[in-house]
């Protein structure tokens, strides 16, 4: 009986002793957190979309307490009514939230372009992208499989004919499709802006009108006749500059390939 008392004394008292310490440290090196953090954090919506540029919503909180230059408009699934609220916690000035909406840059649907190979992998396209670059003639194109539909949080998005579509009324501008595009085919634009381009191909004109109808086949026109010098033709892709552009449609009237399209 002594010998086993022997034994656990000994490892009870360190077990304390070591109990002990791990209190004291927690009191004297624990971090305090700022107040208005909770507070900031209840306001987001939650989505950790990263469309603020920060690790989610969290990341955004913590870099709203930590430094005070971190603009209040950076939600753009908040909107306004975020903005409001965490002005009104952090006592700075009301900032403007310019709404987006997420637009993909490809009209190559069954009607317009075809398939290479007849794919019968993983039906997503992230997995379709490694072989050989997708299953689509045009290797800038649409692939079809919806990884941008499934990662959408509020169903805005919908896959017809092999290519996907955007519901806008329905897109919060989360940008969490923008990621899920393994062809870098969708961006977020301007809620105000009616004009996109809807071609992501950068080959000479020649090699696109092979491959998809719809295709821009930088011929220029547009460029020639925007008022605001607001589409320029970089690397045979017709490019709009959302600062400059005043939505007069002329650039999608005079486009040959009709791949700049003009919706109010």
Excluded: W
């Excluded at 304390?16 to 971090?31: D, E, F, G, R």
């Excluded at 989360?174 to 634009?189: Q, Y």
């Excluded at 020639?224 to 002329?250: H, M, Q, R, T």
């Amino acid at each position: 009986m002594n010998a086993i008392l022997t034994a656990v004394i000994p490892v009870v008292i360190i077990g304390l002793v070591c109990a002990a310490v791990l209190v004291i440290a927690s009191k004297l090196m624990a971090v305090k957190e700022d107040e208005r953090f909770p507070k900031l954090r209840e306001c987001l919506p939650g989505a950790n979309c990263g469309a603020c540029g920060f690790a989610g919503c969290d990341g955004y909180a913590n870099a709203l307490v930590e430094n005070e230059k971190t603009p209040t408009n950076l939600c753009i699934p908040g909107g306004e009514e975020v903005s409001k609220q965490l002005s009104e916690i952090l006592g700075v000035e009301f900032a403007d939230v310019e709404k987006k909406v997420a637009v993909i840059h490809c009209a190559g649907d069954c009607s317009a372009t075809g398939d290479t190979v007849d794919y019968r992998g993983i039906n997503t396209c992230s997995a379709a992208k490694l072989l050989f670059g997708g299953k689509g003639e045009c290797g800038f194109g649409c692939i079809g499989f919806g990884d941008c539909m499934k990662a959408c949080p509020n169903n805005a998005i919908v896959v017809k004919n092999e290519l996907a579509h955007i519901c806008q009324p329905d897109c919060i501008g989360c940008g969490v499709c923008v990621k899920a595009c393994p062809n870098g085919l969708i961006s977020l634009v301007p809620e105000k802006s009616s004009v996109y381009v809807v071609c992501s191909n950068n080959d000479k004109g020649a090699v696109t009108r092979k491959v998809c109808t719809s295709g821009c086949i930088g011929c220029k026109k547009c460029e020639k006749v925007c008022p605001a010098g607001a589409i320029k033709v970089v690397d045979s892709l017709a490019v709009i500059d959302y600062e400059k552009c005043e939505n007069c449609g002329l650039c999608a009237e005079n486009c040959t390939n009709k791949c700049i399209r003009f919706v109010k």
